[in-house]
């Protein structure tokens, strides 16, 4: 999911067990999926076979996708999430519908990945840690690259706004056999002049054997919507349609979380 320039985000606490990270993430991940189909749908020009996503962490959009009949690309820089998301694949049988490659947001693109797919997807907030606008326009100028004409890019982000926000706490279940995990994770907002939101997390896992905790924290980069359509409007890319998680249009609002559908 990051962005950094060494070839591993491992070193990073909520990435370091990829099992764990997919058993936290995969509850709701059924409903997400149908939110970016709907919301794809709104401005999709043609076929809607072949998807691709981007910053893929562990592989579990890419595997349900695949596992509903469509093909499915999906790169991140951590070796040790491609490598369990292909591991993952071949267990649930889906392994000739969904492929993984190591990537950088920013300069993944593939002579084979020209023009070749229909949609891709970048969910909750895994865009925003690019951390410049030059790291932006270079990442939808690759998935401009990438996409077919009349493809479409559905980007899940949260808008800020500046100086109204407080500081937040959210908690993550996910079980999966006799494994739980509890995710707590506090945002901190941006301080004045700034805009880079703190995210600071605690994992507890807990199985037959034991409980243990990870502890990290990581850099968001905000955007207030005038910023963010700025942004596109200097991109090789236009905004097509926003939409609430469920895929509905709808017009954004600051602070809140949209799906906007990029052309």
């Given at each position: 999911?990051?962005?950094?320039?060494?070839?591993?985000?491992?070193?990073?606490?909520?990435?370091?067990?990829?099992?764990?990270?997919?058993?936290?993430?995969?509850?709701?991940?059924?409903?997400?999926?149908?939110?970016?189909?709907?919301?794809?749908?709104?401005?999709?020009?043609?076929?809607?076979?072949?998807?691709?996503?981007?910053?893929?962490?562990?592989?579990?959009?890419?595997?349900?996708?695949?596992?509903?009949?469509?093909?499915?690309?999906?790169?991140?820089?951590?070796?040790?999430?491609?490598?369990?998301?292909?591991?993952?694949?071949?267990?649930?049988?889906?392994?000739?519908?969904?492929?993984?490659?190591?990537?950088?947001?920013?300069?993944?693109?593939?002579?084979?990945?020209?023009?070749?797919?229909?949609?891709?997807?970048?969910?909750?907030?895994?865009?925003?840690?690019?951390?410049?606008?030059?790291?932006?326009?270079?990442?939808?100028?690759?998935?401009?690259?990438?996409?077919?004409?009349?493809?479409?890019?559905?980007?899940?982000?949260?808008?800020?706004?500046?100086?109204?926000?407080?500081?937040?706490?959210?908690?993550?279940?996910?079980?999966?056999?006799?494994?739980?995990?509890?995710?707590?994770?506090?945002?901190?907002?941006?301080?004045?002049?700034?805009?880079?939101?703190?995210?600071v997390s605690h994992l507890t896992v807990r199985t037959p054997n034991g409980e243990r905790h990870l502890d990290s924290a990581y850099d968001l980069r905000g955007y207030n919507l005038a910023?963010?359509?700025?942004?596109?409007?200097?991109?090789?890319?236009?905004?097509?349609?926003?939409?609430?998680?469920?895929?509905?249009?709808?017009?954004?609002?600051?602070?809140?979380?949209?799906?906007?559908?990029?052309?």
């Amino acid at each position: 999911m990051n962005n950094r320039d060494n070839d591993t985000a491992d070193d990073n606490a909520l990435y370091a067990d990829p099992e764990v990270y997919d058993i936290l993430h995969e509850p709701g991940t059924a409903a997400e999926l149908r939110g970016l189909e709907r919301a794809a749908l709104l401005c999709l020009n043609g076929k809607n076979q072949r998807w691709i996503e981007p910053a893929c962490g562990s592989g579990r959009l890419v595997r349900l996708v695949a596992g509903r009949g469509r093909f499915c690309a999906g790169f991140d820089l951590s070796r040790a999430m491609i490598r369990y998301a292909k591991r993952a694949a071949e267990a649930e049988g889906v392994a000739d519908r969904a492929e993984f490659f190591v990537g950088d947001m920013r300069n993944f693109g593939r002579r084979k990945d020209l023009a070749a797919y229909d949609v891709a997807v970048n969910p909750i907030n895994s865009i925003r840690h690019l951390a410049t606008d030059a790291a932006m326009l270079d990442h939808l100028r690759a998935v401009r690259r990438a996409l077919r004409p009349g493809g479409v890019y559905v980007v899940g982000l949260s808008l800020c706004a500046f100086g109204m926000e407080e500081e937040t706490e959210d908690v993550w279940r996910g079980r999966r056999g006799r494994t739980s995990v509890t995710q707590v994770i506090q945002y901190l907002p941006p301080r004045a002049g700034s805009r880079v939101e703190r995210a600071v997390s605690h994992l507890t896992v807990r199985t037959p054997n034991g409980e243990r905790h990870l502890d990290s924290a990581y850099d968001l980069r905000g955007y207030n919507l005038a910023q963010w359509e700025r942004l596109i409007g200097r991109s090789a890319m236009r905004l097509g349609a926003v939409a609430d998680s469920m895929g509905r249009p709808v017009e954004p609002t600051e602070p809140g979380y949209f799906l906007f559908v990029l052309c």
